[in-house]
């Protein structure tokens, strides 16, 4: 490669070793601007043979008409600038313009040519050193080809100011000393495609890139940023236009096999085409393009109806007053002076302009040939784009050279210095500098060398008569305020003419009330959707983690919500609430009947005979049992709790003495009757009295000692459910309750005892046999309670103890009065003091 471009130094001065490469389009001047574009895409390699000058690199392929186009713009730009009265007046620029032919080696030569000149010999007997023969460089269009000239032009410190070179990896000062640009860098162009990715909800893509440094180091910032956003991608798969088929064709089985609907390219029109081939034919779901600047506004790309919907960021449109008729006045006469235009005009019209070397098959251009009458990508100016990069540059250029040589000060005339020297380092220095608006669009350059970073949001859509457009639908500029870097303001069509933003995620997305949970093995965006434990929620969709509800807060149904939990007690407004109070209630009034029904037949033989006093009492404290019960229905309170425990406690224990006094009556009573015996005076009524009031002393005693020390109280049990909060009163001193218990426990089986010792008695005399039967049901009634009440959760301890009390209390009533008043009401024959007197056994008993 370099051997054709060493400077030998020779008795006769420096010489060039190489055939010198023309220029495709040149004109001198007194500055000099170069330029390279990519007009074509293949070269010719001549093998040297080292025993001759080796021969220039021949350009050869189709012409690319859209960068013919961008060079036509930089001749432009340089014309307009010389016929200005405002900006270099009477200066002239000149301009080389090269074809780079998408070569390395050949932008190399084009780029040490640019530097040394073409002259055989220069500067002889003297040193091989002298000044550049451009100011600066306008180009080129690839990435690659700029860093490779970027390197050469630096070590001169020439100046390079792309138009169409966005890799990131150019803003490098320390690499790239000299290198601007007026287009963004890719840097920008990462961030901006993953931020519409993530607009969209996209988190699952595939990516396709060039196989070169554009390609290349645009893939890796968008994979950075991406990253940084949260998307995942499927496949990251690069390729150049130059790889085997196989290699192609395996990119396409990847993108066709794979799940992902979003397809980022970072890659160029040249590689784009490569693809397409492969991919065209194949039956696949309808795929979104998002598309980078290289290719997604490239309007040859229109024809492919796959790309139907693909939406990425362009460089703002612009208009150029001036340019579609600078670049459609040709006619034969003046191509016939450039064999690049003459390729041109063969190609576009298939005839040859005579004297040419083109094949004799092709027929004669008649001269009725119009440019105007054509639509290919350089006649095409309805969106300029690119070309407008390339018309700042060189507006660039110029002012930096303006600000060198021409003085303009207030009040003085301009006035510019053709004969100053200028040196590209001070055109590189003034050139960070320029800052200046042509035709509304502003131009300036960071540290960098970078310019501020705008795109517009393009979409393909398809028109009504069934071609393709590009229609803008948003912009994006990254200097301005957060909220308003991305705008879009018009519906945008996609893929497969959907009307929907189309889904592309790897896993869907988790609802409020369950978690993420990454899927082994696979990128963080394939996950599970795991439902949140209980007592845990998750209010937002693709919740990370489950939050746990507060104490008295439960989760609802969905699990998305923390509500408060439900507090369960046993109510008067639950059907078993009513059932127990209507029992209650039932039971005190039966109490009351029967007291009634006593009293109102006081003076009966069966009345007398049962100790009316005691049986009143009892009725009095039976109605009491019926009563207390009630207090344990409700919402507990501190009070409720209190009286609940104690009242339950004391008026059992004055029923179970009252009974207890009743059956030692009986009993001593049978006693007295047997010869010397006067036992009855010592159980006389004051002492039935005296008895029944110190046995409740004692629990009243015992309750007073437990409301003393440690009360009952209303406590919030969460330890049976934890979907909800079990009020209920906790008993305080565990040793007081049992006790108040064990007391009554204490008297009924005493009372028991007594009664069973006396019920072989005469029926006729004594209630004896009721008062056993009695007493056995309330034992085996508070028996079984103790299991029942330790292991019924929540309200049902509650109705567990009211049961007992129910039952206890109807099993006194029921078995020592209803036999009775049965007899008084039904029976009144036997209620009779000779009836009651018939079985009494002798004196002799």
């Excluded at 495609?193 to 396709?208: D, E, M, N, P, Q």
């Excluded at 979104?288 to 939406?311: H, N, P």
């Amino acid at each position: 490669m370099a051997g054709d471009l060493i400077l030998a130094k020779g008795k006769s001065g420096c010489i060039l070793q190489g055939t010198p490469r023309p220029a495709s389009f040149s004109e001198p001047g007194d500055f000099v601007i170069g330029g390279v574009f990519i007009i074509h895409y293949k070269f010719i390699t001549n093998e040297n043979n080292y025993t001759s000058r080796p021969k220039a690199p021949q350009c050869t392929g189709s012409l690319d008409f859209r960068e013919l186009r961008f060079a036509r713009t930089m001749i432009f730009a340089i014309t307009e600038i010389n016929n200005s009265s405002e900006l270099l007046p009477g200066v002239t620029l000149g301009y080389q313009i090269h074809d780079s032919c998408a070569s390395v080696p050949v932008a190399v030569k084009v780029a040490l040519q640019l530097a040394n000149g073409i002259e055989p010999i220069f500067f002889p007997n003297q040193s091989c050193s002298k000044s550049a023969t451009v100011q600066a460089v306008v180009g080129d269009s690839s990435s690659t080809v700029s860093i490779a000239m970027s390197r050469i032009l630096g070590i001169f410190g020439i100046p390079l100011v792309s138009h169409f070179a966005t890799c990131a990896c150019l803003s490098d000062k320390l690499q790239y000393p000299t290198f601007s640009r007026t287009i963004p860098s890719d840097y920008f162009q990462a961030a901006a495609l993953a931020r519409l990715v993530k607009h969209f909800g996209w988190t699952w893509i595939g990516a396709v890139r060039s196989n070169t440094d554009y390609g290349n180091n645009g893939m890796a910032a968008f994979l950075q940023a991406a990253q940084a956003e949260g998307i995942c991608v499927e496949y990251s798969e690069a390729l150049y236009k130059t790889n085997s088929r196989e290699k192609v064709r395996r990119v396409a089985e990847v993108i066709s096999r794979s799940t992902a609907r979003i397809i980022v390219a970072f890659i160029t029109s040249g590689d784009m085409l490569v693809l397409l081939s492969e991919l065209e034919g194949r039956l696949m779901v309808p795929l979104q393009w998002i598309g980078s600047e290289a290719w997604v506004t490239d309007r040859k790309m229109l024809q492919f109806r796959l790309f139907a919907g693909a939406i990425g960021f362009g460089i703002p449109r612009s208009v150029i007053p001036g340019l579609r008729d600078f670049l459609l006045d040709l006619g034969p006469a003046q191509v016939s002076h450039s064999p690049l235009l003459t390729e041109f005009w063969e190609s576009v019209f298939g005839c040859s302009l005579g004297g040419s070397q083109t094949s004799a098959a092709k027929k004669t251009c008649d001269g009725n040939q119009n440019l105007r009458d054509l639509e290919n990508t350089y006649t095409d100016t309805s969106e300029l784009r690119i070309s407008n990069m390339v018309y700042k540059a060189v507006y660039a250029i110029a002012h930096a050279i303006h600000r060198i040589i021409c003085t303009d000060e207030p009040n003085t005339p301009l006035y510019c210095n053709t004969n100053l020297r200028v040196g590209p380092h001070q055109v590189m220095e003034h050139l960070r500098k320029v800052n200046f608006s042509r035709n509304g669009y502003k131009v300036s350059f960071d540290a960098n060398g970078d310019p501020v970073a705008t795109y517009e949001l393009v979409n393909w859509q398809v028109m009504r008569d069934g071609h393709m457009e590009f229609v803008t639908v948003g912009h994006y500029d990254a200097s301005a305020p957060d909220g308003q870097v991305l705008i879009m303001n018009k519906n945008i069509t996609w893929a497969g003419d959907q009307l929907q933003v189309p889904v592309s995620v790897c896993s869907e997305s988790c609802p409020p009330g369950t978690r993420k949970a990454v899927q082994r093995g696979r990128p963080v965006c394939c996950y599970d959707c795991v439902p949140c434990a209980e007592g845990e929620i998750s209010n937002t969709t693709d919740s990370l983690d489950c939050i746990t509800c507060p104490t008295d807060y439960w989760t609802n149904a969905e699990k998305d919500k923390c509500v408060p939990k439900p507090v369960e007690f046993l109510s008067f407004h639950e059907v078993l609430g009513i059932i127990l109070a209507a029992c209650s209630v039932t039971g005190a009034c039966m109490a009351i009947t029967v007291a009634a029904v006593f009293y109102r037949h006081r003076d009966t033989p069966i009345v007398k005979a049962n100790n009316s006093e005691l049986s009143f009492l009892l009725l009095f404290s039976l109605k009491l049992c019926f009563l207390c019960s009630l207090t344990f229905i409700g919402r507990p309170s501190e009070w409720s709790c209190m009286l609940r425990h104690t009242a339950f406690g004391i008026t059992f224990v004055l029923c179970i003495s009252c009974v207890l006094g009743k059956t030692v009556v009986v009993l001593m009573a049978f006693r007295a009757t047997l010869p010397g015996r006067n036992i009855m005076k010592w159980f006389g009524p004051p002492q039935q009295r005296l008895s029944v009031l110190a046995f409740t002393l004692i629990q009243v005693l015992i309750c007073l000692l437990w409301l003393t020390i440690s009360p009952p109280f209303p406590n919030k049990n969460m330890k049976h459910y934890k979907e909800k909060i079990i009020l209920e009163c906790d008993v305080g001193s565990a040793v007081g309750f049992w006790a108040v218990l064990g007391y009554i426990g204490l008297l009924s089986i005493l009372c028991f005892g007594l009664a069973f010792l006396a019920r072989k008695l005469p029926d006729n005399f004594n209630e004896a046999n009721f008062i056993t039967f009695s007493m056995l049901i309330f034992c085996a009634v508070w028996i079984t309670f103790i299991p029942a009440y330790v292991s019924s959760p929540g309200k049902f301890t509650v109705a567990v103890e009211i049961f007992a009390i129910l039952a206890s209390s109807f099993g006194l009533i029921v078995c020592i009065f209803v036999p009775k008043c049965f007899i008084i009401l039904f029976r009144p024959e036997q209620n009779t003091k000779k009836h009651m007197m018939g079985k009494m056994p002798s004196k002799s008993l």
